[in-house]
């Protein structure tokens, strides 16, 4: 069995599920891959059980009754893999924003250099991203230079989703306590880590925005990220 696992969150992504699927298993080491899906009414959850003939116990699938957000999907994936023993569990997103030739760099930068947690970065070198309207990249640069300001945590890019966490991280996060679904989780998963002193290391990569599906992004997940931070900080004064 492979120590690594790469959760893909879905919600009709059946346009792009196939291909990150195989592109994720063509990496030079071996992944295996959860992919967590809400139901999707395009039957996303149908594609991924065909292609499990394909891929034995290599995929996965974890089909929920309902769109639930990001975060309580990626909750439910962390749960699950803690149980199946994985050491190094991934966040990326199905629409190849996160280039899956980059997996190998964040599982190295856990595995060989001792990194607690590793962020596919877009903010550590510059700005890299690509295909976003200038408005977009505005308000996601300034909303990780707001959080920055806020928490104190020396983390450039503190929205990011591409991720590599070793297990003892969350082990130790209670996961049951995370409150927020969009940006802001993964504000709060990194805050979080970062409070409990793990260490978190950013490796920069080339983010594209999607070429096909619709994107997920509302007002009310940006909202969420912009107060839910001043609670976390508030909330992060009275507790050890």
């Known amino acids: 069995m492979p120590d690594a696992i790469v959760i893909i969150p879905t919600y009709n992504e059946i346009e792009n599920i196939e291909a990150i699927i195989r592109a994720v298993f063509a990496q030079p080491k071996l992944f295996h ?12 959850a149908e594609k ?4 499990k003939t394909e891929f034995n116990h290599q995929l996965h699938l974890l089909k929920r009754e309902e769109k639930s957000g990001l975060g309580s999907a ?4 962390f749960k699950w893999c803690l149980k ?12 190849f924003s996160h ?17 607690d ?15 976003w309207p200038m408005s977009r990249i505005l308000l996601s640069y300034g909303a990780s230079k707001y959080v920055r300001l806020i928490t104190r945590m020396k983390v450039n890019d503190s929205t990011a989703g591409f991720i590599c966490y070793r297990r003892n991280v969350l082990e130790a996060i209670n996961l049951n306590k ?12 990194k805050f979080k880590a970062y409070k409990k002193g793990f260490k978190i290391v950013e490796i920069p990569v080339i983010f594209k925005d999607r070429v096909k599906g619709k994107s997920k992004m509302s007002g009310s ?4 990220a912009i107060f839910g931070v001043i609670s976390l900080k508030f909330n992060s004064l009275f507790s050890k």
Request: glycine content about 4%; some cysteine.
């Open 33 to 44: 891959i959860l992919v967590v899906d809400d139901n999707s009414p395009d039957k996303t």
């Open 48 to 51: 991924v059980t065909a292609l």
């Open 74 to 77: 990626y909750l439910a994936g």
């Open 84 to 95: 199946e023993k994985y050491e190094y569990i991934f966040e990326m997103d199905a629409d």
């Open 99 to 115: 280039n899956p030739n980059d997996l190998v760099k964040l599982y190295n930068a856990c595995a060989e250099n001792n990194a």
């Open 117 to 131: 947690i590793a962020i596919g970065s877009r903010y550590v070198k510059g700005i890299t991203v690509v295909n």
């Open 178 to 189: 995370i409150r927020f679904v969009g940006y802001a989780f993964q504000i709060e998963m």
């Open 221 to 224: 997940i940006i909202s969420e």
